[in-house]
């Protein structure tokens, strides 16, 4: 047998093979079967047909002729319209049978008679219509002739007719002997080849059974596993070379995808449980993992305490050395903390440079704080340890908030909100620290959030508003200006200190749009003051890294119509330490403009000489601490006269602040400090006193502005 490679080619050859073992055996049957369809269409179109057909030709002759003589007795047009439709109508159905007669096989007699028959037919219809075409009395008048002659020609169609009738009849008598002799051994014929028959139907099951449905069942049987979950279960037939082979090997496809896609969605789900970076638990899982440990606690087992770990100085690696390096960090941390973290609790990151970790206390006893703080203590000695970053080593560190559960809350966002409360005082504390969460830490964190609602609030109302303080040239007490200084008057807590609400400021981000709204009410204050006296404004270390800082700053003088000269900026060193080219920049741009630079809190800072070397100052002012400690302190005496020394050195002008008494106004005069500021001359004042103050006559030797 060839081997076929498909199911329908294999049946087409198994029935082809069946007939040909059958060929042999039913050639007889078949010579007779052929007989008796050669006889059967003899009989169909030679007496069926020729019959029927024969039969109404004659039926159509008379009725064209009956038609014709009720065309020739009309009286009126009506009658005469009706009977020509007929006969047109029965010569045209003639028509129509006389070609139908004429495709049926005949013998020589029979289109000897036809030919007879089409002769007489078709001299009528020449006649007819001749007569037809004439005018009704024309017709009329030629109707005896026409009768006449139609009724000889219709007698000889019709007598052609008759004898076609005759030659059909024998013709199908004969038909009928040689069907009698047919059927006769037709029976036999039929026996045997039925026999041969359903043996070949008996095979062909067999060969279907075996190459079709039982192969097809093994592959049913093999999806219904694996549609139970037997992804290992072979699919059969897969190496056959037909429809089937191909079912199969889609089959073996769509098995391989689910196993594919099962392991895909075990990954996803990976995912989406565990951090892709650490391999850590996330938030998700500390989610459950916190709520089976509270349930635990529910039914009265071991507690526990949850642990939130927030890296110290992990910024800078990102800033300074890239990402990746940051990455790198983060993985190593990870490790330090899976080799001290127990392997029952659950340690998760659930941010950038955040982890967390489920303390089991099953095994504390009553102290339920000595497991927490040995381990805070061990993550702090591990993560304090420097780590490698190529040939650099960088340093980072841990501070650790605990907080206690149940004592500390009795749901997962409580625990969180405690540790992380308790996390933030311990950055508060200097960092690298652990705290644990008290009471007290929450009631804080709520009066922090009710002061900066209340700050928003007081800025809204523009409750906050400038003072100024006097600055004084001490060798002829003239005026110089104001430093302007913000505050707050408060509705119900009356004057707020600087110090309270400028750091709130600060942590809400609002301290440009703030320091921009001081120095323009001051232009607004100042606008009528003499030309001479200046504003002295203090800057954030925030605004030194904006670069747009001057453009806004110039903007506000340019709106108020105040010129820049007359425009002091005061920085403090903090303010040069995060991005010095960065400030170094925005104060060049400032000076450009006309506004002076002053280096505030000198000698409080670890490179103040650095600074003054650096950048191009136009003055610099003596921190208040070194000023009212000169009188008990000798080594701050010191130090202020070296300062100015220093700053005569350089030919920079020298402001001492904090001048509350006679004594150190006159040490500081003799030591040849220029200018003063302190409560000796006056506190700082509201804008109407300030005024009052800068329109009064200015001479020499008047040293106090405010009694």
């Not at 037919?121 to 009329?140: E, I, K, S, T, Y």
């Not at 996390?423 to 709520?446: H, P």
């Not at 060798?475 to 807590?493: N, T, V």
């Not at 002295?536 to 453009?551: G, K």
Request: glycine share 6%; net charge negative; aromatic share 6%.
């Amino acid at each position: 047998m060839f081997k076929l490679s498909s199911v329908r080619a294999r049946l087409i050859s198994y029935y082809l093979l069946s007939v040909a073992l059958l060929v042999g055996v039913s050639v007889y049957a078949l010579i007779q079967m052929l007989a008796l369809d050669r006889l059967t269409e003899s009989l169909d179109r030679r007496w069926i047909v020729g019959t029927r057909v024969l039969g109404e030709m004659a039926d159509l002759l008379s009725e064209t002729r009956l038609a014709e003589t009720r065309l020739a007795l009309a009286m009126d047009q009506q009658t005469t319209d009706k009977a020509v439709a007929d006969a047109d109508g029965f010569l045209t159905s003639l028509g129509y049978q006389r070609a139908a007669y004429g495709l049926l096989h005949k013998t020589e007699e029979e289109q000897r008679l036809l030919a007879t028959f089409d002769s007489a037919w078709d001299n009528w219809v020449a006649q007819h219509r001749a007569w037809l075409a004439l005018p009704p009395d024309q017709r009329l008048a030629t109707s005896p002739a026409f009768q006449s002659g139609a009724e000889a020609l219709y007698q000889s169609a019709d007598d052609a007719i008759d004898a076609l009738g005759d030659v059909n009849a024998a013709g199908a008598a004969a038909a009928g002997a040689r069907a009698d002799h047919i059927v006769d051994t037709s029976g036999t014929i039929f026996g045997i080849v039925v026999f041969f028959a359903l043996l070949l139907a008996s095979w062909v099951t067999w060969i279907i059974h075996s190459s079709i449905s039982q192969p097809l069942a093994s592959i049913t049987k093999a999806l219904s596993e694996l549609a139970a979950g037997n992804r290992g279960i072979v699919i059969p037939q897969v190496g056959r070379h037909d429809e089937i082979g191909s079912m199969a090997a889609a089959f073996e496809v769509f098995r391989n995808n689910a196993v594919k896609l099962e392991e895909s969605q075990a990954l996803a789900e990976a995912l989406a449980r565990y951090d892709t970076l650490t391999g850590l638990a996330n938030r998700r899982v500390l989610a459950e993992e916190l709520e089976k440990a509270l349930s635990r606690v529910d039914r009265g087992e071991a507690p526990f305490a949850v642990l939130l770990i927030d890296l110290d100085r992990f910024k800078p690696v990102n800033d300074i050395h890239g990402h990746s390096a940051g990455d790198l960090v983060l993985g190593e941390i990870t490790a330090r903390l899976r080799a001290v973290v127990r392997k029952h609790d659950t340690l998760a990151r659930i941010g950038g440079d955040e982890f967390a970790i489920i303390c089991d206390l099953a095994d504390e006893g009553r102290d339920s704080t000595s497991m927490p703080i040995a381990l805070a203590e061990r993550i702090i000695a591990a993560v304090a340890a420097p780590v490698a970053i190529g040939t650099r080593m960088v340093e980072v560190g841990a501070s650790i908030g605990i907080a206690l559960c149940p004592a500390d809350g009795v749901n997962a966002e409580a625990l969180l909100r405690a540790a992380d409360i308790a996390m933030y005082r311990a950055k508060q504390a200097g960092r690298g620290r652990f705290r644990f969460y008290e009471e007290s830490m929450d009631t804080e964190l709520k009066a922090k959030a009710a002061m900066e609602a209340d700050v928003q609030r007081g800025l809204a109302a523009s409750e906050i508003e400038p003072h100024y303080q006097a600055l004084i040239e001490l060798s002829g007490g003239r005026l110089l200006g104001f430093e302007i200084l913000a505050r707050w008057r408060h509705p119900e807590k009356g004057l707020v200190a600087p110090d309270l609400f400028i750091p709130v400021i600060e942590r809400l981000g609002l301290m440009t749009e703030f320091t921009l709204t001081m120095l323009r009410r001051a232009c607004l204050d100042a606008k009528e003051w003499p030309a001479d006296l200046k504003l002295s404004l203090n800057v954030s270390p925030h605004e030194l890294t904006d670069v747009l800082f001057p453009v806004r700053l110039l903007a506000v003088l340019a709106e108020k119509d105040f010129k820049p000269s007359r425009l002091e900026i005061e920085i403090t060193e903090n303010a040069l330490v995060a991005d010095l080219a960065t400030a170094k920049t925005i104060l060049q741009a400032l000076q450009n403009a006309g506004i002076k630079i002053a280096l505030d809190d000198f000698g409080t800072g670890y490179s103040s000489l650095y600074h003054l070397r650096e950048l191009k100052l136009d003055k610099i002012k003596i921190d208040r601490s070194f000023i009212k400690s000169m009188k008990d302190n000798a080594e701050s005496t010191k130090i202020v006269n070296g300062i100015l020394g220093l700053a005569k050195s350089l030919a920079l002008p020298a402001t001492a602040e904090g001048i509350d008494d006679a004594d150190i106004l006159l040490r500081l005069s003799d030591a040849g400090c220029e200018i003063g500021q302190g409560n000796y001359f006056g506190k700082p004042m509201p804008a109407t006193d300030a005024s009052k103050i800068a329109r009064q006559p200015r001479g020499k030797g008047k040293l106090r502005v405010v009694a």
